[in-house]
């Protein structure tokens, strides 16, 4: 397995790989580069085997001390293996070099498996809410090291 780091969009093969497992994942991709683009300092990582996006993590800047980690997945076949920590550790190790504070993110309880990585690699639970479309929503932190 090979992590990839992108400070900016990706390149359509790459951004072809992430769509098609987001889609996977989460049953639909439609419009995700869109959205991508429109992110401030976007940062994405993969996780590759050979050719194959197995998985990703992607965020942005919230301010200049807080970064959103927003979406990220890893290909069913492959989870279990360690995968969602190692990008979740590099992408905390690569916003600590880029000065970030903190990180937060929003899972929902039907993503268990997302909410126990969370809770493993030390985010705690502040808040909770309800989204425009009323989906309820569990909000998490974590402080980065100096």
Known sequence: MKLNIFISMTGDDMLEGIDQLHG???GDSEGLAVK?????DLL????????KVIGYKMGYRLN???FYSWLGGVDPQYRRNGI?????????EHLTEMGYKMVRTKTMNKWRGMLILNLKH???VIETCTDEKGIHKIV??????M
């Open 24 to 26: 996977s994942i989460f």
């Open 44 to 51: 994405v990582l993969t996780a590759m085997d050979g050719e």
């Open 64 to 66: 200049e001390d807080t």
């Open 36 to 40: 991508m683009k429109t992110k401030p």
């Open 84 to 92: 969602a920590s190692k990008l979740m550790e590099k992408q905390h």
């Open 122 to 124: 030390r985010f705690d």
């Open 140 to 145: 998490l932190e974590k402080r980065l090291p």
